[in-house]
């Protein structure tokens, strides 16, 4: 700030500070149509002569010496010689205003001093007080017709004068003023004619020489004439009223004014300044009510001193002094705010001062005032709204008053140059003005301040040449425009010749005018709307449009036919910014022809590159990814997820890929869609890529860790896959194929498109989906592998007794189990079912191997319990409630087979007896047609004595066994199994010779218990024998019947009324016979193996004799 | 088609001037059929066609063993217009099978050209390639001379096959042979790093294409 008060400015009226110069020096440039349009100032040609002026301090020098000090010895000289008390509130004392000059203009005590004696040593002023009569209102009418002729007498009474008129008071004389003052320092005003309201605006200067006791005189009279005796006449006629002023008047002394009012002022109770209404105050206490007149009435110089300022005028001058003191109280300022206008009470005291002494007109106060500040405006923070203000009482002013011309040219060259600057301003708004929020405001004002400029009646007047701010400030846009791009351009110019290097500059370029594109857009767009109508955005945009094509034609025109990877890869944030850029071409006002419309066309080449780029680069990140990946499970957040981080990753990997479509947005359909199949070909290789590193880190890992979490990661590299296959599916939809086959519909056909994108992308999955089944194969391997280790375990432990069965199976069931809980948690369902499959199946042959490798062995039946335990464990395992596999895929026919097979080898031998009779009693019932013919019963069982009662009826339709065609049967009547009957024997009947049908009629009562009767598969053989006498008996058929059937059997025991229980009622039975299907029977043969048990083998060969004889299956 | 049941998937590329039979000539081996009318290819095209490959390497593990292949045939665009944008699909092909007219000195003369892209593009240095001569059923417009074209494809160290989509002359021994070459190519890369005997088919059977391609990725 303070080197701003080392100002220099020679030949000229105004101050001009060096930082103006040099500072600004980039302002100054303006461009060749500016000063063409505008012309080339004065002031253009003056700072030339300054450049080549001395150094700055002997400026600094020279410019105080012949601007400052001229105009300090004017300030000092109209303190000397005030006049009056100033307008602000607050007085200052002499001394108080030359300390503030002093530091106001820097002046040191000794240059104070010795310019304050030279200042001692002038010729004083002679005081004047301009007086303006401008009106009267309300005033006395004299004459006869009701109105007054007045006139006004002013002078100055000075000391002396005043104390003679006072001592000559108390007589009352016409006419007091002439009496006192010689006449020639009397004024007269005009005689207004017959008016109570007269309008003189007469001026009139009235000197003196002491300003203290001085004091202003103005007396109105009414001037009478003779007037004719027929007007008076008519007079009366018209108005009786005035017949009682008539009277009054003839008796007045012909020719004799009379007295209106007067107002007494002393000087030095005025402010330098007045203009107001005063009331005319009577000379007697008669008619008080006079009326008002209105004064105007300033204290000037007259003379001032010539030599103060050289001569210049007091106009010039004020324009020096307010600079000087906006510049002090700018610098005084602490911060770095706007100065608003203000000044200090000091500043504002003295330019009063000095402007009334000087009598300067408020016009070109603020014609001073609007040069001074535009100027400081230029080199200063100095608020526009300022400017605004002056520039409005300046055209108030102008449609009141004439300017002398050399003012005029002034005015004219202020408006101009502030224009030819304030254009200067916009075409450098990107710098001066950054879209911030305490700077947008300040464009806007400046704008209007151009607006207001151009309406002014000053400038249309001065600058008649046809001058269009709109079209100026679109230029100046323009140009500006243009200009910031070749500094931009400049700026980032590449450092070597290298093509990359070249692009990249290129890039950066671009992207100061996206970022630049966005600005206009969002902020200035707005400000140069409202302010000038000028949509900056659009004027902008075609300007870089144009100068972007033709960089990028350039620069494409030098890469032709060398493109390479980094190359490319250089171009891609070029096409993006470009696109972006593209994109907003939608805010232009007025579409046209643009220059980059296709600008994608010149990126052709680079495509390829593009894309291999993010393919490679998202194999890198892949493989990275499946690196670190520890296959667990992500626990995070309350929905567990079942796949690990890789996959996660994978997702997001895949994210760019497809962003990179969204992102070209390629406008060609047919190069779009070839885009797309590539992009689709890399999204499925990357997935199928990512499966094998997968398999392979699966690999690494299961080969370092237990078996237990080798399947668990396995479970996870599932989940991973089967997450995958859900991203491919999301695919199209997430590149949007619709969109896309809408695009092409008329230039791809319908097949292609299917066999290059969704059947691509089906192909991929298909692969996928095989990686899924062969996982959850190795898997199922894994687990089967477990199972049947746990399988053999207990077949090992079947030895040591202490164990039983629950707890030989216990850790298969376990172990099985925790896995299936855990595939279960962690599988998806539909992978969870079709590993479950495969693991029931295999389970169920693993089972049935362990049983079959033991059939022979000692303990096999406890062993065989276990394994049917088992069996029955791992079906409720699989069932799962219901949730696991459905029952018809359990009970697969080798599990019955199984199941059977174990269930027998778990029984007894007893027990298997028991089974076999009643397997024989079930097939008996459901047998049907009578073969070998029937056999009638009458069966009962009498509960009070405990007696079975069969009779044997009859039998018929017998087969003939004899060579003579007929039988001799009997009936043999059996109970069994025997261990539950040891001591009872079987019973005969008679032999009926030669009869194939024979009636028996015998009864037989067989004394057994009832719990006999009603254990497991008690019954009653019935065996038909053809008797032979030379060989043994022939076999005709045997019959089984169940002695629960037996009426009196089934039913409790009912203790208490055993005595009146009835006696059931004997049923007549018809049995088939039957004959044994021979070695068919799995019981007997497992009996049969059991050697050791004697019982059992006697049975069994029994039945295998009666199988030889049996006529089944021969 | 889209079962995964394969052993390999191999992706070939058919690339040439515009004309000179790419599309006809796949749908030959495709379909076993013939389309006499010209429609240009917009972009790109795929076909595929399922082939038991008899491995026939003597030296090779695999000698004798067949294999299902999965071919995914890929059918460029010859127009130039959409040359730059085919080059990405050179990436991913593990043979090419690169075509020129028969009847158009011009197509030949251009199989220099697609050679120089197919080397700047390709995964490898030196892919597999066929060289193949098409509409050798146009006898009486022929202008190129089989000696002409045989001594181009010794000089690229590739074979080279005169064919006919019409006819169907040689379209198979020509895709064929180079399948052949693929193969071979592959079980080198495949004979290097041991066995995975761990993981069961499925996954040696994909990872056969996985050292191929990284090993040519340069």
């Known amino acids: 700030m303070s080197s701003q008060r080392q100002t220099v400015r020679k030949g000229h009226n105004l101050l001009q500070t060096p930082d103006q110069e040099h500072g600004t020096g980039g302002l100054r440039q303006l461009s060749p149509s500016h000063s063409r349009k505008l012309g080339v100032t004065r002031k253009v040609r003056e700072r030339r002569d300054l450049k080549e002026d001395e150094n700055p301090e002997e ?60 200042v001692k040593t002038t010729e004083p002023p002679v005081y004047c007080l301009m007086t303006t009569v401008k009106e009267a ?91 004719s005796l027929t007007q008076k006449l008519e007079d009366i006629k018209s108005n009786f009223n005035s017949l009682r002023r008539m009277i009054k008047e003839a008796k007045k002394e012909k020719g004799t004014d009379d007295f209106l009012g007067k107002v007494v002022l002393k000087l030095q109770d005025l402010h330098c300044t007045e203009d107001n209404w005063y009331n005319l105050e009577p000379r007697t206490e008669t008619y008080p009510d006079r009326g008002q007149c209105h004064l105007n009435l300033k204290f000037i110089h007259k003379a001032r001193d010539g030599t103060l300022s050289a001569g210049r005028s007091p106009y010039i001058n004020y324009c020096g002094i307010l600079q000087q003191f906006v510049q002090a109280y700018i610098s005084k300022q602490q911060g770095s705010a706007p100065w608003k206008g203000d000044l200090c009470g000091e500043a504002q005291t003295l330019l009063e001062f000095y402007a009334t002494q000087n009598d300067l007109s408020p016009f070109l106060q603020d014609l001073a005032k609007w040069v001074a500040y535009s100027k400081l405006y230029q080199s200063l923070e100095v608020d526009s709204s300022v400017l605004l203000q002056q520039l409005t009482s300046v055209e108030y002013h102008w449609h009141q008053q004439e300017l002398p011309y050399q003012q005029k040219q002034e005015l004219g060259d202020s408006l101009h140059g502030f224009l030819k600057y304030g254009l200067c301003l916009v075409s450098k708004y990107r710098d001066i003005f950054p879209p911030t929020p305490q700077n947008t405001p300040k464009l806007h004002t400046l704008l ?64 100061e005018v996206q970022e630049d594109i966005k600005h206009n857009k969002d902020t200035w767009n707005r400000v140069f709307v409202s302010a000038v109508q000028v949509d900056v955005f659009t004027v902008i945009y075609k300007s870089f449009d144009s100068l972007l094509a033709k960089e990028m034609r350039d ?64 194999q890198d990140r892949l493989e990275r990814a499946v690196q670190v990946d520890q296959l667990q499970p992500l626990q995070s957040g309350a929905v567990p997820i079942k796949h690990s981080s890789s996959a996660v990753d994978l997702v997001a ?231 696991g596999l459905p029952l018809n895929i359990l009970h697969s026919d080798e599990y019955k087979a199984l199941k059977a097979h174990l269930t027998h080898n778990s029984l007894s031998s007893w027990k298997l007896l028991e089974k076999f009779l009643a397997g024989k009693i079930w097939e008996q019932k459901v047998n049907i047609g009578e073969k070998y013919g029937a056999v009638t019963l009458l069966a009962s069982y009498r509960r009070s004595d405990q007696r079975l009662r069969i009779e044997v009826l009859n039998a018929v339709n017998l087969l003939p066994m004899d060579s003579n065609g007929l039988s001799d049967p009997f009936v043999q009547l059996c109970l069994e199994p025997n261990h539950v009957f040891p001591e009872v024997e079987p019973r005969c009947t008679q032999i009926k010779n030669r009869d194939l049908n024979p009636l028996f009629d015998e009864a037989f009562d067989f004394l057994v218990s009832l719990e006999q009767c009603q254990a497991d598969g008690a019954c009653l053989v019935v065996t038909v024998l053809d008797h032979d006498t030379l060989k043994t008996d022939d076999f005709e058929g045997e019959a089984f019947l169940g002695l629960r059937e037996v009426p009196g059997v089934p039913g409790q ?53 009666r199988e030889k004889q049996s006529q089944e299956g021969i | 088609m889209t079962d995964g049941d394969y052993d390999y998937l191999i992706k070939l590329l058919a690339l040439g001037d515009s004309g000179v039979g790419k599309t006809t000539f ?79 000195q011009q197509s030949f003369l251009n199989v220099r050209n697609w050679m120089s892209q197919l080397q700047a593009n390709a ?86 294409e996985q050292p191929n391609e990284k090993k040519c990725a340069c």
């Open chain 1, 59 to 118: 400026k600094a020098r020279k410019h105080k010496e012949r601007e400052l000090k001229p105009l300090y010895k004017e300030l000092l000289y109209t303190i000397t010689h005030k006049m009056g008390k100033p307008s602000t509130t607050d007085i200052f004392t002499d001394k108080q205003l030359h300390q503030y000059i002093k530091e106001a203009f820097t002046m040191t005590d000794s240059e104070h001093e010795s310019l304050a004696e030279r």
């Open chain 1, 448 to 511: 209007r301040i151009l607006v207001q400029i151009c309406k002014t009646q000053a400038f249309q007047k001065l600058n008649p040449a046809e001058f269009e701010l709109h079209d100026e400030v679109s230029d100046a846009i323009l140009t500006g425009t243009e200009e910031w791009f070749t500094i931009q351009k400049g700026l980032h110019q590449p450092m070597t010749k290298d093509l990359s290097e070249i692009v990249s500059a290129l890039s950066r370029l671009i992207a």
């Open chain 1, 653 to 883: 990997l895949i994210q760019p890929i497809c962003q990179l479509w969204e992102k070209l947005s390629w406008p060609d359909p047919e190069e779009a869609f070839m885009l797309m199949v590539k992009i689709t070909e890399d999204v499925c290789k990357i997935v199928v890529n990512y499966c094998n590193l997968l398999k392979e880190r699966v690999r690494e890992l299961s080969e370092n860790s237990d078996h237990g979490s080798a399947i668990n990661m396995l479970c996870v590299v599932v989940n991973d896959l089967e997450h995958l296959r859900s991203v491919l599916t999301r695919l199209p939809t997430q590149l949007n194929w619709a969109g896309l086959r809408d695009r092409t519909q008329n230039v791809i056909g319908g097949s292609q498109f299917h066999n290059t994108l969704p059947s691509q992308l089906e192909q991929a999955k298909s692969v996928l989906g095989r990686e899924i089944r062969s996982a959850l194969n190795t898997l199922g391997k894994k687990l089967n592998e477990d199972i049947e280790t746990h399988v053999r375990n207990m077949s090992t432990r079947k030895r040591i007794p202490s164990k039983s069965t629950e707890d030989a199976a216990d850790p298969l069931m376990r172990y099985l189990e925790q896995e299936l809980h855990y595939m279960n948690e962690n599988l998806v369902q539909e992978n969870f079912n079709s590993l479950l499959t495969p693991l029931w199946i295999n389970s169920v042959k693993i089972l049935h191997q362990v049983a079959a490798q033991h059939q022979q062995q000692e303990g096999l039946m406890v062993f065989c319990q276990r394994l049917l335990y088992t069996l029955q464990c791992l079906e409720q395992c699989f069932l799962a409630e219901g949730n």
């Open chain 1, 555 to 618: 620069t494409l025109a030098l890469i032709e036919g060398q493109m390479e990877q980094t190359l490319a890869n250089s171009l891609f944030p070029v096409y993006l910014s470009l696109q972006a850029i593209q994109q907003d071409k939608a805010f232009l006002q007025k579409r046209g022809v643009l220059e980059l419309t296709n600008f994608q066309e010149g990126f052709r080449e680079a495509l390829p590159y593009w894309l291999n780029h993010a393919f490679s680069t998202t």
């Open chain 2, 123 to 208: 995964y490898c240095e030196n892919p597999d390639i066929v060289l193949i001569g098409n509409k050798a059923d146009l006898a009486d417009q022929r202008e190129v001379q089989e000696k002409q074209a045989k001594e181009l494809a010794d000089k690229y160290g590739i074979p080279y096959f005169e064919t006919s989509a019409a006819t169907g002359a040689e379209v198979d021994k020509a895709v064929i042979t180079l399948l052949d070459l693929v193969m071979k190519r592959m079980e080198q890369c495949v004979d290097k790093p041991p066995a995975d005997p761990a993981n069961g088919n499925g996954a040696t059977k994909l990872t056969a």
């Open chain 2, 26 to 104: 796949l749908y030959r081996y495709t379909d076993n059929k013939f389309n006499p009318k010209f429609i240009t290819t917009v972009g790109i095209d795929f076909r595929e066609k399922r082939v038991v490959y008899t491995a026939s390497n003597p030296n090779a593990t695999t000698t004798g063993k067949t294999f299902k292949v999965h071919l995914q045939l890929w059918d460029t665009a010859g127009q130039e217009r959409f040359r730059s944008l085919t080059t990405a699909f050179f990436r991913d092909a593990m043979g090419f099978l690169l075509m020129f007219d028969l009847t158009s």
């Open chain 1, 137 to 227: 209102k309300g005033i006395l009418g004299k004459d006869v017709s009701g109105f007054s002729d007045p006139y006004c007498i002013i002078t100055i009474m000075e000391d002396e004068e005043e104390s003679r008129t006072r001592s000559s008071r108390s007589k009352p004389c016409k006419s007091i003023v002439k009496d006192a003052v010689s006449d020639d320092k009397i004024f007269q005003s005009d005689i207004k004619k017959q008016t109570l309201n007269p309008i003189w605006n007469q001026t009139f200067i009235l000197e003196f020489e002491d300003f203290t006791g001085a004091s202003f005189h103005l007396e109105m009279w009414d001037k009478d004439e003779e007037v």
């Open chain 1, 1053 to 1105: 025991m009912e203790r208490n009324e055993l005595g009146l229980q009835p006696d059931a009622v004997p049923a007549q039975i018809r049995l088939s016979l039957m004959h044994p299907k021979p070695n068919e029977d799995n019981i007997l043969r497992l009996l049969e193996s059991r050697r050791g048990e004697r019982e059992a083998q006697a049975y069994v060969k029994k039945r295998r004799q």
